[in-house]
Protein backbone atom coordinates (compact mmCIF):
# COMPACT_ATOMS: atom_id res chain seq x y z
CA UNK A 1 0.00 0.00 0.00
CA UNK A 2 1.46 3.49 -0.75
CA UNK A 3 0.25 6.43 0.20
CA UNK A 4 1.01 10.29 -0.70
CA UNK A 5 -0.17 13.20 1.46
CA UNK A 6 0.31 16.77 0.86
CA UNK A 7 0.00 19.74 2.95
CA UNK A 8 0.74 23.32 3.32
CA UNK A 9 -2.62 24.97 1.84
CA UNK A 10 -4.22 27.58 3.13
CA UNK A 11 -5.99 30.92 2.26
CA UNK A 12 -3.51 33.25 1.34
CA UNK A 13 -3.68 37.23 -0.36
CA UNK A 14 -2.70 37.87 -3.72
CA UNK A 15 0.83 38.37 -4.03
CA UNK A 16 1.52 36.41 -1.00
CA UNK A 17 3.48 32.91 -0.79
CA UNK A 18 2.81 29.21 0.56
CA UNK A 19 4.95 25.83 0.40
CA UNK A 20 3.23 22.86 -0.36
CA UNK A 21 4.65 19.28 0.24
CA UNK A 22 3.79 15.96 -0.47
CA UNK A 23 5.19 12.90 1.42
CA UNK A 24 5.34 9.24 -0.22
CA UNK A 25 4.98 6.27 2.30
CA UNK A 26 4.25 2.19 2.26
CA UNK A 27 5.70 -0.24 0.17
CA UNK A 28 8.49 2.34 -1.91
CA UNK A 29 11.11 0.84 -3.61
CA UNK A 30 12.03 4.10 -5.34
CA UNK A 31 9.86 6.92 -6.71
CA UNK A 32 10.87 7.81 -10.49
CA UNK A 33 8.96 11.48 -11.63
CA UNK A 34 6.82 13.62 -9.08
CA UNK A 35 4.62 16.25 -9.63
CA UNK A 36 2.10 18.64 -8.61
CA UNK A 37 -1.54 18.78 -10.67
CA UNK A 38 -4.50 21.68 -10.03
CA UNK A 39 -8.17 21.29 -10.18
CA UNK A 40 -9.75 24.88 -10.03
CA UNK A 41 -13.16 25.01 -9.46
CA UNK A 42 -15.23 24.45 -12.79
CA UNK A 43 -12.57 23.17 -14.39
CA UNK A 44 -10.65 20.64 -15.59
CA UNK A 45 -7.29 19.16 -13.22
CA UNK A 46 -4.26 20.95 -15.27
CA UNK A 47 -0.35 20.15 -15.05
CA UNK A 48 1.29 22.40 -12.55
CA UNK A 49 4.88 21.28 -12.63
CA UNK A 50 7.19 17.86 -12.47
CA UNK A 51 10.07 17.00 -11.36
CA UNK A 52 12.34 13.81 -12.19
CA UNK A 53 14.19 11.73 -9.83
CA UNK A 54 17.30 13.96 -11.35
CA UNK A 55 15.87 16.89 -10.91
CA UNK A 56 14.32 17.85 -14.55
CA UNK A 57 11.52 20.14 -14.08
CA UNK A 58 8.99 21.31 -16.25
CA UNK A 59 6.75 23.97 -15.75
CA UNK A 60 2.99 25.21 -17.06
CA UNK A 61 3.40 28.35 -18.90
CA UNK A 62 1.24 29.99 -16.22
CA UNK A 63 3.38 29.38 -13.16
CA UNK A 64 7.00 29.91 -14.67
CA UNK A 65 9.08 32.09 -12.86
CA UNK A 66 6.88 32.31 -9.38
CA UNK A 67 6.39 28.53 -8.41
CA UNK A 68 9.76 25.88 -7.76
CA UNK A 69 9.74 22.24 -7.60
CA UNK A 70 12.00 20.34 -5.51
CA UNK A 71 12.40 17.21 -3.93
CA UNK A 72 14.55 15.50 -1.21
CA UNK A 73 14.48 11.78 -2.60
CA UNK A 74 15.47 10.54 0.88
CA UNK A 75 12.53 11.86 2.69
CA UNK A 76 10.21 10.82 -0.44
CA UNK A 77 8.94 14.48 -0.50
CA UNK A 78 8.07 16.97 -2.88
CA UNK A 79 7.66 20.42 -2.04
CA UNK A 80 5.97 23.51 -4.19
CA UNK A 81 7.22 26.97 -3.55
CA UNK A 82 4.75 29.40 -4.75
CA UNK A 83 5.55 33.13 -4.96
CA UNK A 84 3.63 35.59 -5.84
CA UNK A 85 0.31 33.95 -5.89
CA UNK A 86 -2.75 34.82 -8.06
CA UNK A 87 -6.51 34.88 -7.64
CA UNK A 88 -6.57 32.20 -10.47
CA UNK A 89 -4.47 29.91 -8.88
CA UNK A 90 -7.37 29.01 -7.02
CA UNK A 91 -7.40 25.68 -6.41
CA UNK A 92 -7.14 21.98 -5.12
CA UNK A 93 -3.51 21.12 -5.40
CA UNK A 94 -2.55 17.14 -5.69
CA UNK A 95 0.59 15.52 -5.54
CA UNK A 96 1.41 12.68 -8.09
CA UNK A 97 4.26 10.05 -8.57
CA UNK A 98 5.08 6.94 -10.15
CA UNK A 99 5.98 4.63 -8.26
CA UNK A 100 8.25 1.18 -7.95
CA UNK A 101 6.72 -0.69 -5.44
CA UNK A 102 8.25 -3.50 -3.33
CA UNK A 103 6.96 -6.14 -5.52
CA UNK A 104 8.57 -4.57 -8.96
CA UNK A 105 5.74 -2.85 -10.33
CA UNK A 106 5.26 0.56 -11.46
CA UNK A 107 1.93 2.44 -10.43
CA UNK A 108 0.73 5.77 -10.67
CA UNK A 109 -0.11 7.49 -7.37
CA UNK A 110 -2.33 10.48 -6.63
CA UNK A 111 -2.55 12.50 -3.29
CA UNK A 112 -6.33 13.42 -1.65
CA UNK A 113 -4.99 17.01 -2.62
CA UNK A 114 -4.82 20.55 -0.25
CA UNK A 115 -6.67 23.50 -0.75
CA UNK A 116 -5.19 26.74 -1.97
CA UNK A 117 -7.32 29.83 -1.67
CA UNK A 118 -5.84 33.15 -2.77
CA UNK A 119 -8.10 36.13 -2.07
CA UNK A 120 -7.64 39.20 -3.99
Known amino acids: QVQLVESGGGLVQAGGSLRLSCTAS????????MGWYRRAPGKLRELVTT???????NYADSVKSRFTISRDNAKNTVFLQMNSLKPEDTAVYHC??????????????WGRGTLVTVSS
Open 96 to 109: NADITTMLGVIMNY
Open 26 to 33: GSITSINA
Open 51 to 57: ITRDGIT
